[in-house]
């Protein structure tokens, strides 16, 4: 269950992500993390959040931001939001790491998914910030923030993750683990 002050580190590339607020903090109002990215270059694919805004606050180095086709910068003190059905994405290019304060809006069930994912990653599960298809299946449909490819239909999406995420569950494949989070989805 994801805590304040809970400090999650991916263990290849040292990226953290410390909650400073979650769900449960706010009443279901946002998750606010304060993320250190010391990996360069875009980590995962382009997307969609249907339901959620994010913010964005740089508190030192540069992020850079792909929003409706355009990649853009931020710097140390700087703030952007980076609104819900918009394909988006967010990311360190520079050498040097980039540190800034996340707010996703409302929560949802997103601290789940992001303490989850870190547990992925630490296991192996997660190769070139891409999740396995079933997994990704599963993910999209079981998660109450259900986020979308932005290279792919969002029916065709759906479409598969209804026709794959029952095969997937039989094969043990969960949107949440109780392993990483104390909960299973």
């Known amino acids: 269950m994801p805590k304040?002050?809970?400090?999650?580190?991916?263990k290849f590339t040292g990226d953290s992500f410390e909650f400073l607020e979650t769900g449960k903090?706010?009443?279901?109002?946002?998750?606010?993390?304060?993320?250190?990215?010391?990996?360069?270059?875009?980590?995962?694919d382009d997307?969609?959040?249907?339901?959620?805004?994010?913010?964005?606050?740089?508190?030192?180095?540069?992020m850079t931001y792909f929003l409706n086709g355009e990649k853009h910068f931020v710097k140390q003190g700087e703030e952007v939001t980076l609104p819900k059905n918009v394909p988006h994405n967010h990311y360190n290019t520079d050498d040097e790491p980039t540190e800034y304060i996340q707010t996703i809006s409302p929560a949802i069930d997103v601290d789940y998914f992001i303490e989850n994912l870190f547990g992925l990653i630490n296991d192996g599960k997660v190769k070139n910030g891409k999740l396995p298809l079933l997994q990704a299946m599963v993910t999209l449909k079981y998660l109450?923030?259900?986020s979308y490819l932005a290279s792919m239909p969002k029916g065709l999406q759906r479409g598969l993750s209804n026709l794959l995420s029952p095969l997937a569950r039989a094969m043990g494949y969960r949107a949440i683990y109780e392993k990483y989070t104390g909960v299973e989805k």
């Open 4 to 10: 304040k002050g809970q400090i999650l580190v991916d």
């Open 25 to 44: 903090d706010t009443d279901g109002k946002r998750v606010v993390i304060k993320v250190m990215l010391k990996s360069k270059g875009q980590t995962v």
């Open 47 to 62: 997307h969609i959040h249907v339901l959620q805004d994010e913010t964005f606050k740089v508190i030192s180095g540069r």
């Open 144 to 146: 109450e923030s259900p």
